[in-house]
């Protein structure tokens, strides 16, 4: 597919430390965070203006599920808008929190992995062709997500058990996949989770669910990250012979390769051979050059990929971490622990340590050790603070700006509507529920009708310039965002 919908989906770990003693249990925790939500949206499970999920599952680890995008940048910044997002609100419950008599800072964590050893997930979403060979597709598939982590990895300070040492691994992740393939989630942990749910037109599409990556602080890994796998979808995807690399055992392969960091854990294939994660992405990336050199790239940031990809096997192969040590989320930690560790003459098995991971992935831009990092140009990025506040606000020109629309307009009309992905209504107007299948689709005259009823928007639209109606629209978004985030009354309805 030279088009493509992606969407991220985030959770997040939660955590109060009061200034003496021991902090909110987790769920209560929660609950603080999701009040303003609650408020806003009279359930813990919303969609907000810029057209992505919020959503407080069983157990405490909220999650933020991007908007569909149809270009990596969009996609990217629509993640980080969802960090943002989680800080505004540790912020109020933060206020509220101390308004109740309690102290300290609450703390939202854009990792995988809890102190407790619980972990949680960062889900990728691509949308595909149903004529896709699952068989096919897994095959390629699986020995690059196994492999992926030396390229995408976040990092991770692992303490010593009676197994091993105090070492650093490349992802988050590894230790709690369980599966190749399934269409079980909590229970197993597949790497590929095959449960058939398109949020499209089930005849032409499936919509591809990768739940094995790390949550990505760097947005330049993150380009990486969903630019590879992208790209190996388009090969697979146009029927290209690839190397063989089914992997033997893809569960011991992934904890093998993330606990080696020097990269030379060596692996076996089905077919009986033994090679190393570099070797296995090389022989990816030689054959994805080989592929955009025939038949061109599809996108702007496809050299920008290759080049990235080809750099972070250097690095890893000829342990030279310096390569990439501003621009993958695992090295750019790596040299930071390593950094502290030096100063403070500790070794990596200080829990001292094990808390500066931790606070690598704090979502607070002013106290978030990544987000020092790159104010200190130790991490580079892809994206302007513009780009990101404006994700906040508005959708992608996919189907979430007709999700944008009919929220915000619903709302400035007082009207009370429920959506999901793929559906629009108003409630108390049952019949008029419409589907929206084409992810893609960025108006829909359907819905346009429906929120016409709403007042007479169309004699009003007549006599503005389109300029006028978008500032109007991102106004009406701003608003909303407020009234998420304080817990305000809605804004009075404004003139559109
Ligand atoms: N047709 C599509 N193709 C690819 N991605 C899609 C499509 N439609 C929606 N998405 C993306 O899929 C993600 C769905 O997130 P959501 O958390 O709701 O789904 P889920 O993981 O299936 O459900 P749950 O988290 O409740 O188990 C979003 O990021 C969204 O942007
Ligand atoms: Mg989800």
Redesign the pocket.
């Known amino acids: 597919m030279d088009r493509r919908?992606?969407?991220?989906?985030s959770e997040f770990g939660l955590t109060h430390r009061p200034e003496t003693g021991r902090g909110l249990p987790p769920d209560e925790l929660a609950r603080y965070l999701f009040r303003p939500v609650v408020e806003f949206g009279r359930s813990s499970n919303i969609f907000i203006p810029n057209g992505?999920?919020l959503?407080l599952?069983v157990g405490s680890h909220p999650?933020y599920?991007?908007?569909?995008?149809d270009d990596l940048i969009d996609l990217i910044a629509a993640d980080r808008a969802g960090e943002r997002v989680m800080h505004d609100l540790a912020l109020a419950a933060e206020e509220r929190i101390h308004r109740d008599g309690f102290t300290g800072q609450v703390y939202v964590l854009k990792n995988n992995v809890d102190s407790a050893g619980n972990s949680y997930g960062s889900?990728e979403?691509?949308?595909i062709p149903r004529t896709t060979h699952f068989r096919r597709l897994s095959g390629i598939l699986l020995p690059f997500l196994v492999t992926r982590q030396i390229i995408a990895g976040a990092g991770r300070v692992v303490p010593a058990d009676e197994s091993s040492q105090a070492h650093f691994a490349f992802s988050q992740r590894a230790d709690h996949m369980w599966e190749g393939i399934s269409s079980a989630?909590t229970r197993s942990r597949p790497i590929i989770n095959t449960?058939d749910?398109?949020?499209?037109d089930a005849a032409s599409?499936r919509?591809?669910?990768v739940i094995v990556g790390d949550s990505n602080m760097s947005t330049t890994t993150s380009l990486l990250r969903y630019g590879s796998t992208d790209l190996v979808l388009r090969m697979i995807e146009a029927g290209v012979p690839i190397d063989d690399f089914e992997l033997e055992n893809p569960i011991a392969a992934i904890r093998q390769i993330s606990h080696d960091i020097t990269g030379g854990a060596r692996v076996r294939t089905r077919a009986g051979d033994e090679f190393t994660a570099v070797q296995i992405q090389r022989g990816i990336l030689q054959r994805v050059s080989r592929f955009v050199s025939e038949r061109g790239a599809h996108h702007e940031h496809v050299d920008r990929v290759l080049q990235l990809w080809e750099r972070a096997l250097e690095a890893v192969e000829s342990g030279d971490h310096s390569l990439i040590d501003q621009d993958i989320d695992w090295a750019i930690k790596k040299r930071l622990v390593q950094d502290v560790a030096t100063q403070k003459g500790l070794d990596l098995s200080h829990p001292r340590l094990e808390q500066i991971d931790m606070a690598y992935h704090d979502v607070n831009p002013h106290r978030g050790l990544f987000h020092l990092l790159a104010r200190r140009g130790r991490a580079t990025s892809i994206l302007t603070e513009e780009q990101i506040s404006q994700a906040m606000t508005t959708p992608p020109p996919t189907?979430?700006a007709v999700r944008g629309e009919f929220l915000s307009t619903a709302r400035a009309y007082g009207a009370e509507c429920t959506v999901d992905?793929v559906h629009h209504k108003l409630t108390g107007r049952p019949l008029e529920a419409i589907m929206v299948k084409d992810?893609f689709a960025q108006q829909d005259d359907r819905v346009d009708t429906l929120l016409n009823k709403l007042g007479d928007r169309q004699s009003q639209l007549r006599e503005r310039s389109f300029d006028e109606r978008s500032d109007n629209a991102v106004t009406v978004a701003l608003s909303d965002k407020y009234a998420l985030i304080t817990g305000a009354e809605p804004p009075e309805p404004p003139l559109i």
């Open positions: 919908v992606f969407g991220v989906e992505s999920r959503y599952d999650e599920a991007t908007a569909e995008c889900h979403n691509y949308l989630t449960r749910e398109p949020h499209a599409h919509r591809l669910h189907r979430a992905w992810p």
